[in-house]
Every structure is written in structure tokens, then in C-alpha cells.
């Protein structure tokens, strides 16, 4: 089952043109009714369930059906993140509610350093390599056939 926005949770992102599930889904599938300031997804047959929008959205409002591999059919799954975790809130048939918190990142937002700290430049655009390479895999040289 596709994304699917609950009304009553939505609030439009307090915003008049981009909204954040409109920013992340790669599909564009994500639209906000402006006059309602209510998303909701355009194109349901062309959805990934890639959870993109329901994992960015900062109501909780948007839902997907579960998938079979982590939950029993007819539970909700509903993910909360926050700057460093994110917590998995799976409600099942019979009402018992579980929740699994991860990880999500090992250093402090906005600490990231480009390219890890190797060089590159445009010309690598011109090489075989993979950009970084082979620095980063801990080699002068890589080898040749
Ligand atoms: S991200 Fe959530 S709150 Fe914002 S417009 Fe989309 S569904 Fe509504
Ligand atoms: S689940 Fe993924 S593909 Fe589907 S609407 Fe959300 S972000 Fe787009």
C-alpha cells in the first residue's frame, strides 16, 4: 500500500509552497492542497514505499503499510526521529506496542567532512576511478589487469 497522509495530523508544514514530504520524496509523488494545507500523494501507483516521506515528516501524519519481513500483516509502524536516533513504533494487531531505537549517526550534525577528507578534483571525472580512489582504499595505486 502506497504512502497515505492523515488529514488530522497534517498541517501542511506551516508552509505556502514546499513542504518537507515534497522535498524528499524522489518521486515527486508528494503535493500540498494549499487551500486545505493538506499533502497528499498524486500518484499512488508510482510510490516506492520507500518511507522517505513518512520518516521525514515532522507530524507523523504520513502512514505505509508495513512490510511483512519486519511486521505481521495488519500492524502500524510509525518511525520518530531525532538528531542522532531513530525510534520504530510498531503497533500490532492485538494492541501490544513495541518500539526499537537505532542509531543513526556516529558524529555531530553539520561535523561531516567533504569527501571524508581525501582529495578530489573535477578531473576525476576523466578517470576510471571511483572519486576518492585510491586514497581511500588505503592504496598509492590501484591494481591493473
Ligand atoms: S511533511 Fe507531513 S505535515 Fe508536512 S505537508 Fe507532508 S504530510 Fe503534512
Ligand atoms: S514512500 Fe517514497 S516514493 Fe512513496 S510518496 Fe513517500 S517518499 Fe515518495
Redesign the pocket.
Known amino acids: 500500500m ?2 497515505f497522509v492523515i488529514n488530522q495530523k497534517c498541517d501542511g508544514c506551516k508552509s505556502h509552497d514546499r513542504t518537507a ?1 515534497m522535498y ?7 503535493v500540498l492542497d494549499t487551500e486545505k494545507m493538506k499533502a497528499y ?1 498524486r500518484a ?1 501507483d ?9 520518516k ?1 515528516c515532522p507530524t507523523q501524519a ?1 502512514e ?1 503499510r508495513g512490510y511483512a519481513d519486519f511486521m505481521p500483516l495488519g500492524g502500524v509502524v510509525q518511525p520518530l526521529r531525532s538528531t542522532d536516533t531513530i525510534m520504530w513504533s510498531v503497533k500490532f494487531r492485538d494492541g501490544e506496542l513495541k518500539r526499537f531505537r537505532f542509531k543513526t549517526r556516529t558524529i555531530p550534525e553539520g561535523s561531516s567532512v567533504p569527501d571524508a577528507g581525501f582529495e578530489s578534483s573535477s578531473d576525476d571525472l576523466k578517470s576510471p576511478l571511483l572519486r576518492t580512489e585510491p586514497a581511500s582504499n588505503g592504496l598509492d595505486e590501484l591494481a591493473k589487469l
Open positions: 502506497p504512502s514530504c524528499i520524496c524522489p518521486n515527486d509523488l508528494m500523494n499512488p508510482m510510490c516506492w514505499e520507500c518511507y522517505n516521506c513518512v521525514i504520513i505505509i
